[in-house]
């Protein structure tokens, strides 16, 4: 082959490779980070209204910002998830009287898991972290009487949920796992007080 042939052949193998490079590079990067999960919200259910002219949240709990808790680590925590309950699903439609939802227990714990030996140990990908979250809070509605008296109603609930996160897991993996962990105790925590409070405020409920 002559001079001219072969720098006829070498041009366009030099475009192919500047074309590829970019596309190699990329691949041989790091992993592209998870879409992050959805937040913990109840505006899709339906509202509790009830007779009382306000409605707070007091919460008496305070994390001890030490192991094996965590929640003090995330912007979505078991209190988070009761004030949001309480600001999306309670209504004060009356004209007197108060709800409190006071929050009690809001605990994330963590805790490493044994490893198992032998081949699993050394082959499989294990359970590397139990995470433990607990809600306990309750709904207290006070409003006057007619007589001059006066009512009170409340609805207490004490809910937990817990997952499991292999070792393996990435940041973003292990991230996921902590906030379905919260939407599973959301769930929990509305199921569990919406029943309450249907049970228990049939008649301050409207």
């Known amino acids: 082959m002559n001079r001219p042939e072969r720098s006829r052949t070498f041009l366009p193998r ?4 500047a074309l590829l490079f970019p596309f190699i590079a990329a691949c041989a990067g790091d992993p592209p980070a998870l879409a992050s999960p959805a937040s913990v919200s109840f505006e899709a259910r339906p509202a509790l209204r009830l007779d009382i002219a306000s409605v707070a949240v007091d919460s008496r709990f305070h994390s001890s ?24 699903r309670l209504v004060a439609s009356g004209n007197r009287g108060t709800a409190v939802l006071t929050v009690f ?11 198992k030996g032998g ?20 709904l207290t509605v006070e409003r006057p009487a007619p007589d001059g008296g006066s009512g009170t109603w ?38 569990g007080m919406s029943m309450e409070v249907e049970r228990s405020m049939e008649s301050v409920l409207r």
């Open 154 to 191: 409340s609805a207490e609930v004490d809910v937990t949920a817990e997952r499991t996160v292999l070792e393996s897991a990435s940041l973003n993996e292990r991230d996921a796992a902590y906030t379905a962990l919260m939407q599973a105790l959301a769930a929990k925590f509305d199921a």
């Open 65 to 88: 910002g030490r192991e094996p808790y965590v929640e003090h680590l995330h912007k979505v925590t078991p209190s988070a998830v009761a004030r949001s309950w309480a600001d999306a």
């Open 105 to 115: 227990d809001g605990t994330v714990t963590q805790e490493r898991l044994e490893k």
């Open 14 to 17: 030099a475009i192919c490779l």
């Open 119 to 138: 081949l699993t140990g050394l082959f499989g990908d294990q359970l590397d972290t139990r995470l433990k979250a607990r809600l306990k809070a309750r």
